[in-house]
């Protein structure tokens, strides 16, 4: 007999989903290669400064002078800082519409490996205040596709992971959501989150 699970919560990521980022091509730029973004992107989330500013153990100064300097960046830390503010470019068209559509009756709330600085520019875009909960690694503390980053979510929500939705652009976080029994795809763009969600 099939087991029918409700769905109560919906967790979004936000760059790469219901934000654009330029994070990747920039970096590639600087440091002179062709990689393919998923690749640049591990190299990244690998580095030690990367993981400590962005679970709020070092001030972003810090975080610029020891990146530049840990992959061999070609610019200033005072440049490169400057450039990751701009990281997050705009809001992905139809991410707000996408979000007004989602009834009342779903819990939705934010779950993004992030900054402090790209918080405030997601912020001020408008669509930082959209979500009553937030579950920001820099607040959080952890960093998908930890377990520990999911289990601060779920027991914050209240809910079991079987009665949530996980929306990522990232296979592997997508992976760690499904083996703790949350039900999440990948999506890249509000209308491929719009086709899971309905």
């Known amino acids: 007999m099939k087991v029918i699970t409700t769905i109560s919560g919906v967790l979004f990521d936000i760059g790469g989903v219901l934000v654009v980022l330029d994070g990747m ?3 590639a730029r600087h440091l002179g290669v062709d990689q393919l973004p998923e690749e640049l992107h591990r190299k990244w989330m690998g580095s030690p400064s990367v993981i400590e500013h962005e679970t709020g153990q070092i001030a972003a100064v ?5 990146v530049v300097k840990e ?3 070609s610019i200033s830390a005072e440049v490169f800082l400057e450039e990751f503010s701009l990281w997050p470019t705009s809001i992905a068209p139809g991410a707000l519409q996408l979000l007004d559509d989602i009834p009342s009756t779903y819990e939705v709330a934010a779950f993004s490996n992030t900054s402090a600085i790209h918080w405030d520019r997601i912020t001020a875009m408008g669509i930082g205040n959209r979500f009553e909960k937030k579950y920001l690694s ?3 503390g952890h960093l998908k596709p930890s377990r520990e980053a999911f289990c601060v979510a779920l027991q ?3 809910l079991s992971p079987q009665n949530v939705l996980f929306l990522d652009d990232s296979a592997a976080n997508v992976a760690a959501a499904r083996e703790l029994g949350l039900k999440a795809d990948v999506v890249r ?3 491929e989150a719009r086709l899971v969600l309905e």
Not at 62 to 66: E, L
């Open 25 to 27: 091509p920039s970096l």
């Open 62 to 66: 810090d975080f610029a002078a020891r």
């Open 71 to 73: 992959l061999g960046l």
């Open 138 to 140: 820099h607040e959080t």
């Open 156 to 158: 914050n929500m209240g």
């Open 189 to 191: 763009n509000p209308e």
